[in-house]
Each structure stands twice: as structure tokens, then as C-alpha cells.
């Protein structure tokens, strides 16, 4: 396949930049070769430099629900930059964005604005310590809270896909605070809150895990989660950058029916600019400054851009409908893999949650980061650009959630599964044949 401009830009940006990329998945280690350089995108679709068209399962990694360059937000934005772009002072913008979020995530009282998922996860741990007076924070293996240096022990998304679990850089000191458990292991996490009582400033989760793949929680472990913290008055972090607004408007705790203390959001709440959000219980958000104790702040928060996004993204959600329309549209891609996968005999598990879809090249069953592990990494590889190949762009990782959009039609997905097909027979067909 003609990449021909790609490496070319890929071999400039690297003198000039770190791997040329900057957030390492970006950088197709995992996958082999040269990642493609993107020119422009729209609905679906990306193009390259060369001016190839793909089918887009990425969608810059979640924030895009509603396709690339969605009309009313593109306007929306375009009409926000001509009446400046940042003011360090409040709008009525802000209000508005934290009112929708209020209204639409269940546990959600009070919110701040950041500028990233990281941001904001790192500034829930901090308010979780502040409010308890505690240190330590429980997570669990494969989940990926952003690259905060607490989170980063056993950590998911480009952490595990470049074989880094404990980034250099991350004293022993805040190693030390942080335990961690496997996902879905309810025994572990219970023996871990009778070990240390009264030290756990907090619990965080991915409700529903996304970056280790996509894993599933087992029916009673997030109501453990509830229980174990309450009654030890540790708070419950629910960290849902990738699945809030994506697999209900309120979230995964909307869909399983718990109220978590705080809860972190990010990607689509920015309408994909740059927005990351925590909140939740008014008492805990009231130890935050100005209000009380806990610092925290930012120069572009709140940045009338990324909220004008926000808000027309999260004003289209509103519409329940929109899940309906996703949720079929998931089912397809997904019921259409399985059973490709099936028919040319290749070992694989599927999950889902509405647009939010992954499949581990294991027989499974697949419920944490230790049977994650189990897939086929090289045959993911290889599948990731026999599509690529024919015109469809996954995940450069098998340890990444899929993602679709409102604009992923049925056409789009029948599309995507006889590519899927067809590259399966060109793979798995014998030597002799080829
Ligand atoms: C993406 C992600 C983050 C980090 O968000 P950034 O905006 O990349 O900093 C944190 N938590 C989860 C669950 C995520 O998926």
C-alpha cells in the first residue's frame, strides 16, 4: 500500500518529536510500521496525506459520538473563536456545559472543568485525599486513569501496549500508595479494605473497562465496590473519561445503577477539544478551592471553545433516541465480527456495551488484565493491517476499545465486515494457495 507521504512525515516529525507522536499508542508499536498521518476527517471517515479514505473505528479515541467534524459543532466552534478564544475570567458558557453534565450524569452534584482526563483524575485523587485525610488509593490492573503518576503502576491503554507498566519517573513513595488489585477479583479487593482500614482515601475504576481492551464487570463487583468504601468511608471513584456519555447519557453508573462519590469524564464531554470534568458529591466538591482547601486550577479551564463544543455535543445526546440508533449500529458491527470470526475458525471474544465494542484474538473468557494477555498480539497485528489494507482503520492495538458514531451507518458496517472477511481468508488461506 502506497504510505509513501506518511513516512515521510513520520520520519520529519520524529526528529523534532519523540517517537513523532504525541501520545505513544499513535505510534503503531504495537502493530508494526508506519502509522498514517491524518489530512482531514469527516463523518466516518479519515483521510491520509495521500489521500486514501478509511473507515474510522478510532474516532480520536472516543470523543467523537456524534462522527468527525459534526456540522453544528464545527459552527458552533467557528463562531466561539470570533468572540475570542480565552478570557481567565468566567462565562456563562461554563454554567451552561456544568449544567448538562448535572442533569444528565446521576451522582453528579457539583462539577469542575479541566482540560483532560488526566487532569481530571489526578484532581479527584487529590480531592478524595484532601476530604479523607488519607493516602492511599486502590486501583485495579489494566485500567488506565490518565498518566498521573499515582495511576501509573499497572496501568492499561499505551502503558500496557508498550510493555511499560511502571513508568521510570514514579517515586517508591507514591508507588507505595497505591494498591492494586485485579479487575472483576471481588475476594482480592475485600481482603485489601480488611488489611489496611481507615487508609484507603479511595477506590478508582473504569466502571466499564476500556483500556485493556474492553472487559465487562462481573454481576456484584461494582455493588462490592460500593459497599466495601462506604463502610469504611473511603470514596468511590468512578472513572468514566471513556464510557461517560458513551454507553448511556449518564454513563456506566446510570446503566448498572450506582452512585459512585466522584466521577471523572473526559473525550466526549470536549465534543473532541481538549475538556476533562470531575465531580460529584456537593460536600467532597466543596473541599475544593476557592471553596475550601483542596488546590486546584488551570488557565484554559473552562476554555469558551472546548465548552461551546461540549455543549452542542452533550445537547445532541440529550436526545435518547441517539442510544437506540448507536446500540443498533453496535450490535451489527459486533454480531457481524462474531460470526466472521466463527466462520473462518479464528479463537476470539467479543464484548460490547452500545457504541463501545472490543475483541480479544483468546477463546476467553476474558475478565482482566491476566486473561487479556491470553490474545494473539501477532495475529491481532496482522488482521489490524490486512484492514488497514482495505480501507478500514482499527485500533493500532489489540489492548484498545473500538469506537462508532452516529455517523457509522448500516453501509458502513457491511462495508467493514466483508473487508473483515476478506482479510481473513487472504490470512488464513494456505501457502500452497496463495
Ligand atoms: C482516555 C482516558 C483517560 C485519560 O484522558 P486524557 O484526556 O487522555 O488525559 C483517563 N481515564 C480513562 C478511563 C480514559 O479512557
Not at 281 to 300: F, I, N
Not at 397 to 416: K, M, N, P
Request: glycine fraction near 12%; include cysteine; aromatic fraction near 8%.
Amino acid at each position: 500500500m502506497n504510505l509513501e507521504r506518511s513516512l515521510s512525515a513520520f520520519e520529519r516529525a520524529k526528529r523534532v518529536i519523540p517517537g513523532g507522536v504525541n501520545s505513544p499508542v499513535r505510534a503503531f508499536r504495537a502493530v508494526g510500521g508506519s502509522p498514517l498521518f491524518v489530512k482531514s476527517a469527516s463523518g466516518c471517515t479519515i483521510v491520509d496525506l495521500n489521500g486514501r479514505t478509511y473507515i474510522d473505528y478510532v474516532m480520536s479515541w472516543g470523543p467523537l459520538i456524534l462522527g468527525h467534524a459534526y456540522p453544528p459543532v464545527v459552527k458552533a466552534v467557528q463562531g466561539a473563536a470570533a468572540r475570542g478564544t480565552s478570557y481567565g475570567a468566567p462565562t456563562e458558557l461554563e454554567t451552561e456545559l456544568a449544567e448538562l453534565v448535572c442533569g444528565m450524569v446521576p451522582s453528579v452534584e457539583k462539577v469542575r472543568f479541566v482540560s483532560s482526563g488526566t487532569e481530571a483524575t489526578m484532581s479527584a485523587l487529590r480531592l478524595a485525599r484532601g476530604f479523607t485525610k488519607r493516602d492511599k488509593v486502590v486501583k485495579f490492573a489494566g485500567c488506565y486513569h490518565g498518566h498521573g503518576d499515582s495511576f501509573l503502576i499497572s496501568a492499561g491503554s499505551g502503558a500496557l501496549t508498550n510493555g511499560v507498566p511502571d513508568s521510570p519517573g514514579i517515586t517508591e513513595g507514591t508507588s507505595r500508595d497505591t494498591i492494586v488489585v485485579e479487575y472483576n477479583d471481588l475476594d482480592a479487593v475485600t481482603a485489601v479494605f480488611a488489611a489496611n482500614p481507615g487508609e484507603i482515601a479511595a477506590v478508582i475504576v473504569e466502571p466499564y473497562a476500556g483500556n485493556m481492551g474492553l472487559v465487562l464487570p462481573v454481576p456484584g463487583f461494582l455493588q462490592r465496590l460500593r459497599e466495601l468504601t462506604a463502610r469504611d468511608d473511603a470514596l468511590l471513584i468512578f472513572d468514566e473519561v471513556m464510557t461517560g456519555f458513551r454507553v448511556a447519557p449518564g454513563g456506566a453508573q446510570e446503566r448498572e445503577g450506582i452512585v459512585p462519590d466522584l466521577t471523572t469524564l473526559g473525550k466526549i464531554i470536549g465534543g473532541g477539544l481538549p475538556v476533562g470534568a470531575f465531580g460529584g458529591r456537593a460536600d467532597v466538591m466543596a473541599a475544593l478551592s476557592p471553596e475550601g482547601p483542596v488546590y486546584q486550577a488551570g488557565t484554559l479551564s473552562g476554555n469558551p471553545l472546548a465548552m461551546t463544543a461540549g455543549i452542542t455535543t452533550l445537547r445532541a445526546l440529550s436526545d435518547q433516541a441517539i442510544y437506540r440508533q448507536l446500540d443498533a449500529i453496535g450490535k451489527r458491527l459486533g454480531e457481524g465480527l462474531d460470526s466472521i470470526f466463527t466462520r473462518h475458525g479464528v479463537p476470539h471474544t467479543m464484548a460490547r456495551a452500545g457504541s463501545l465494542f472490543g475483541f480479544f484474538f483468546t477463546e476467553g473468557p476474558v475478565h482482566d488484565l491476566r486473561t487479556a494477555k491470553k490474545a494473539n498480539t501477532q495475529f491481532y497485528a496482522r488482521f489490524f493491517h490486512a484492514m488497514l489494507d482495505r480501507g478500514v482503520y482499527l485500533a493500532p492495538s489489540q489492548f484498545e476499545a473500538g469506537f462508532l458514531s452516529t455517523a457509522h451507518s448500516a453501509a458502513d458496517v457491511d462495508r467493514t465486515l466483508a473487508a473483515a472477511d476478506d482479510a481473513l481468508a487472504s490470512l488464513l488461506a494456505p501457502a500452497t494457495r496463495r
